[in-house]
């Protein structure tokens, strides 16, 4: 198991990295400083044949080009100060309303403008034992950052074992009550992108989803997925739900776990290549997206094609809108607390 280092261009002068982790199992993660992206992951099939099997770029212009930009689709990156969208951008701490950037529409959406996904990180050190290969980022998001209160000190850790496991340790404190979720935005294809995601088989341990309003935010209603094309609690084919859900999926799944234990809660595999994601988490919830509003013009450098429908994502996260939905758990950091949450993607095939 390796890791190594390589330039990988500046921003605002700021010098960003490139760490490509390496297991002995065939495995590569390749993660920048910038905005904690991962670029890519690449595993071989059931025949050996290795392939890219998430979005990305493998130039940093990649992130800065006008498609990707115009289209914000947020490939691999860690979305903060609050993952999801949050109704009018208005939230109530401590009985004192705050007004955040409205950049999705009536609402906000994953941290602002200038969100954790557009930061140069902190690299705090990199770590080769026999058991992972781990990195450490560091950001300090100062107070009223895009309106958020409090100064919050956030530390992720990527690492990866020999088990084939991208572990993502996310911690943060602060010195004022504030919101706070933190996702990794990954979009999978694990076909390696030869096809849609539509021939993946989905199972996600849940029972119920957050019913959106009209502006496709949540406000505390839930749904059950019973009897309906939402239910994936046995394994299902995503495009045998397209008839009654032509748009696919943007929805976000109640885990039926405990909250704050680490446990599976889904499992995608594609019968083609053999390759299967199985994905746990101490969250909540998290948001199943099939990439609807993907743009077509979206593409690695090599000319492996993006779009709509060409990735999923598990975004485990708290519910979005949080903090204005009454019970949403641990959606508010106080100072004293830390915020301590975990995500594994584990690839096999």
Partial sequence: MHIEKANFGQVDNTPVYLYTLENDEGMIVKITNYGGTVTNIIVPDKDGNSASVVCGFDTLDGYFGEAYRGNSPYFGCIVGRYAGRIKDGQFNVNGHKYQIAKDDGPNHIHGGVKGFDKCVWEVEGVNETDEAVSLRLSLISPDFDEGFPGLLKVNVDYSLNNDNELRIHYRATTDRTTPIALTNHSYFNLNGFSDTVLGHEVQIFSNRYLEPDDTNVPVGEETSVA??????????????????????????????????????????????????LEVYSSEPGGLFYTGRYTSDELQREDGTQFGQFRGFCVETAKYPNGPNIEGAPNCILNPGESYDETTVYKLSW
């Avoid at 397209?242 to 995608?268: S, T």
């Fill in 227 to 276: 009897g309906t094309a939402a239910d994936f609690n046995s394994p299902k084919r995503v495009g045998d739900c397209f008839d009654e859900l032509p748009m696919g999926f943007e929805h976000f799944y109640v885990y039926d776990k405990e909250v704050g234990v680490l446990g599976k809660v889904a499992i995608v595999s594609e019968p083609s290549s053999g390759r299967k």
